[in-house]
C-alpha cells in the first residue's frame, strides 16, 4: 500500500526560530513531492514540488528537501512567523497512471507562539 | 491565488436533504477533483475529471455523484444527506502534463449534517 507518512504530528515554536518537518513515504513508481501549506479552513496551497532528480528546491524561507534512494523529503522553515502557523502537508505521486495520482500525508499542525 | 472557487464555504442542514456543493475554476484547467477530509486526517480523493462529460470514482467510496457538462464547473451532489457526510470537501484543478502539474484547491465547503 502506498503511504505517506509525515512526523512529527504537531510543533510549537516560537516566532524567529526555525524548524524542519518529515516526511517518508513508500509510493512507488514516484513521480514527484509536493509540500503543501493549510491555513486552517482554507484549502492546500502548494510551496514546493520536487522530482526524482531534485535534491532540494526553495520558496522564500522554505526549503525542501529530497533523497529519492532512502524515500525521504523534509520541510525546513526558517525564521518563522506567526503566519506560518498552518498545517503542512507531504504530497507524494506516482506516475503509475495517466491522472498522476495523489497521496496525502496527514500533515503536521505547527503552531508560531510570539 | 489560484482562480478556484467553492460555495457554499459552510453549510448545516438536516438528514434526508439533497444538496449539491458548487466548484468554479477559471484557469482553463482540464483535470478537476474533489477530496474530502476530516479534521487532522489526509485527504482523501472521491470524484476526479479528465473533462468534459469524464467523471471516475476515487479511492475513498462516496455515496456522492459528479458531473461535468462545462469545463469550469464540476459540481457535487448529496441526493439524501446523512450525519456521516458530515466533513470538509476540497475542490482542486491541474491543466496538462500529468503528475507534474500542481493541483490548486478551493477554500473548501464545511458540511455539517445534523
Known amino acids: 500500500k502506498n503511504q505517506v507518512e509525515q512526523s512529527p504530528q504537531s510543533l510549537i515554536i516560537l516566532e524567529g526560530k526555525n524548524c524542519t518537518l518529515q516526511c517518508n513515504y513508500t509510493v512507488s513508481p514516484f513521480s514527484n513531492l509536493r509540500w503543501y501549506k493549510q491555513d486552517t479552513g482554507r484549502g492546500p496551497v502548494s510551496l514546493t514540488i520536487?522530482?526524482?532528480?531534485?535534491n532540494t528546491k526553495s520558496n522564500g524561507r522554505y526549503t525542501a528537501t529530497l533523497d529519492a534512494d532512502t524515500k525521504q523529503s523534509s520541510l525546513h522553515i526558517t525564521a518563522s512567523q506567526l503566519s506560518d502557523s498552518a498545517s503542512y502537508i507531504c504530497?507524494?505521486?506516482?506516475?503509475?497512471?495517466?491522472?498522476?495520482?495523489?497521496?496525502f500525508g496527514r500533515g503536521t499542525q505547527l503552531t508560531v507562539w510570539p | 491565488e489560484a482562480d478556484i472557487y467553492q460555495t457554499p464555504r459552510y453549510l448545516v442542514i438536516g438528514t434526508g436533504k439533497k444538496i449539491t456543493l458548487e466548484c468554479s475554476q477559471t484557469?482553463?484547467?482540464?483535470?478537476m477533483y474533489w477530496y474530502q477530509q476530516d479534521p487532522g486526517m489526509e485527504l482523501h480523493l472521491i470524484h476526479y475529471s479528465y473533462g468534459v462529460n469524464s467523471t471516475e470514482k476515487g479511492d475513498l467510496s462516496s455515496e456522492s455523484t459528479v458531473s461535468r457538462i462545462r469545463t469550469e464547473h464540476f459540481p457535487l451532489t448529496l441526493e439524501s444527506a446523512r450525519p456521516s457526510h458530515t466533513s470538509q470537501y476540497l475542490c482542486?484543478?491541474?491543466?496538462?502534463?500529468?503528475?507534474?502539474?500542481?493541483?490548486?484547491f478551493g477554500a473548501g465547503t464545511r458540511l455539517s449534517v445534523l
Open positions: 504530497v507524494v505521486s506516482d506516475r503509475g497512471s495517466t491522472l498522476g495520482r495523489l497521496y
Open positions: 484557469m482553463g484547467h482540464d483535470k
Open positions: 482542486a484543478s491541474s491543466g496538462e502534463g500529468g503528475s507534474g502539474n500542481i493541483q490548486y
Open positions: 520536487m522530482t526524482f532528480s531534485e
